[in-house]
């Protein structure tokens, strides 16, 4: 008897005592991923990465909105979101205690407002990536404020850009013709 009471206290506690105090899990552990809409610029990058498609986007053209999604019962905790996105605005956290009443409860949203095109109006980007497309050019072109030019082909759809370098080599080929009946 003696002996066992001596390995007893010698193996400690061999079980947790979960759920009744909270579980450690090791600092590696891939957990529920956080979505911090602050932070993201909805430009899409974890929607591709996402391997079972739990994080999707959707766009209203006509509310001038794009909606960021991700359904939990869907992800297989991989973090290849987390690897992807340019912001932070998403990372695995040690939250493993998903069980929920309703499966609506999975679900988790958030609605970015889209910037209209400078030339024909129409909704196309998120404004916040127009906005940090905007910071990455100022900080790599080293300068404080962005060219004009550099603004309009921001704040321009690539439909009207498409047709502005159309016309553009259109005028060009003109300019030749008539350079070469002189
Ligand atoms: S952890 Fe993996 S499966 Fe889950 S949302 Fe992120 S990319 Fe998708
Ligand atoms: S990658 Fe990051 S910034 Fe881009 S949509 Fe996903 S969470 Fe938002």
Redesign the pocket.
């Known amino acids: 008897m003696l002996k066992l009471l001596k390995e007893i206290f010698r193996t400690g506690e061999a079980t947790v005592k979960y759920p009744f105090a909270p579980l450690e899990v090791s600092k590696d552990f891939?957990g529920k991923?956080e979505h911090e809409a602050e932070k993201c610029i909805a430009c899409a990058a974890?929607t591709i990465?996402?391997?079972?498609?739990?994080?999707q986007m959707e766009t209203d053209i006509e509310a001038g909105t794009r909606t960021w999604s991700?359904n939990?019962g869907?992800?297989?905790?991989?973090?290849?979101?987390?690897e992807?996105c340019p912001t932070g605005a998403?990372y695995?956290t040690p939250d493993f205690e998903l069980a929920v009443g309703s499966k609506a409860d999975l679900m988790r949203r958030a609605v970015f407002t889209l910037a209209q095109c400078e030339v024909c109006g129409k909704p196309f980007a998120p404004a916040k990536e127009i906005a940090y497309a905007g910071a990455l050019l100022a900080q790599a072109s080293e300068a404080e404020e962005l060219t004009d030019r550099q603004r309009t082909l921001l704040a321009t759809c690539p439909e009207c850009k498409r047709r502005a370098d159309l016309q553009k080599l259109a005028d060009m080929a003109i300019a030749r013709q008539m350079e070469t009946r002189k």
């Open positions: 891939r991923p974890c990465a996402c391997p079972p498609n739990a994080i991700i939990y869907r992800c297989v905790f991989c973090g290849r979101c987390e992807s998403i695995l």
